[in-house]
Nanobody, 125 residues
Framework: DVQLQASGGGLVQAGGSLRLSCRVSGFTFDDYAIAWFRQAPGKEREGVSCISSSDGSTDYAEIVKGRFTISSDNAKNTVYLQMNSLKPEDTAVYYC??????????????????WGQGTQVTVSS
């Protein structure tokens, strides 16, 4: 079974950094996408970033481009989301999700079947 386990959230001041981790297991062949989503209170879950296992290609939502970086360590079966220059509006529960196939143009919850538990990120002003 595919399993994803997110970790690394916490409380940070505006302008600070955090690195989230998503440990991935259970994909039966090496052609899958791992994405990060976030959901703030009272808002819909939104896509943040995605990485394709087949070629390492990445995609970002406009709101995080230049501040967030997604990467993977295949030896550790882990995908990271490095978040820099954090803003109070980045406060949310962050989720990692996975699906067979490459990242799609739009990072949409509809495209992902496998989900990890969330990790809370709080950015204070």
């Amino acid at each position: 079974d595919v399993q994803l386990q997110a970790s690394g959230g916490g409380l940070v001041q505006a302008g600070g950094s955090l690195r989230l981790s998503c440990r991935v297991s259970g994909f039966t062949f090496d052609d899958y996408a791992i994405a990060w989503f976030r959901q703030a209170p009272g808002k819909e879950r939104e896509g943040v970033s995605c990485i394709s296992s087949s070629d390492g290609s990445t995609d970002y939502a406009e709101i995080v481009k230049g501040r967030f970086t997604i990467s993977s360590d295949n030896a550790k079966n882990t995908v990271y989301l490095q978040m820099n220059s954090l803003k109070p509006e980045d406060t949310a529960v962050y989720y990692c999700a996975g699906e067979y196939g490459p990242c799609t143009d739009e990072i949409s919850t509809d495209d992902y079947e496998y989900w990890g538990q969330g990790t809370q990120v709080t950015v204070s002003s």
